[in-house]
Nanobody
Framework: VQLQASGGGLVQAGGALRLSCAASGSPFSINAMGWYRQPPGNQRELVAIITSGGTTNYAASVKGRFTISIDNAKNTVNLQMNSLKPEDTAVYYC???????????????WGPGTQVTVSS
């Protein structure tokens, strides 16, 4: 099982970007998917997560601007980022809690990261 993300880039403040992440390898079950980010010189932090049932949790700094969604049929999570600010600049990492095969415990999977840069 691998996570592959797309959609990062450079945008001006106030603009929008959409990140997508797909879990390949036909995982048996996905409990939750989400996004974390690591700003320059800082630790990785939660941005938003969503369970397979649709329950969401957002960091306070992005609430009202970012929207996370999941497509269980396609094993894909999307993050719509609106009203972007320079402080949103970071490497964004896709995360998923996956049971790769029946009878195997859930594990954490991470994507390789995608750069989001917001210019002022």
């Amino acid at each position: 099982v691998q996570l592959q993300a797309s959609g990062g880039g450079l945008v001006q403040a106030g603009g929008a970007l959409r990140l997508s992440c797909a879990a390949s390898g036909s995982p048996f079950s996905i409990n939750a998917m989400g996004w974390y980010r690591q700003p320059p010189g800082n630790q990785r932090e939660l941005v938003a997560i969503i369970t397979s049932g649709g329950t969401t949790n957002y960091a306070a700094s992005v609430k009202g601007r970012f929207t996370i969604s999941i497509d269980n049929a396609k094993n894909t999570v999307n993050l719509q980022m609106n009203s972007l600010k320079p402080e949103d600049t970071a490497v964004y990492y896709c995360h998923a809690r996956i049971r790769p095969r029946a009878g195997i415990a859930y594990s954490d999977y991470w994507g390789p990261g995608t750069q989001v840069t917001v210019s002022s």
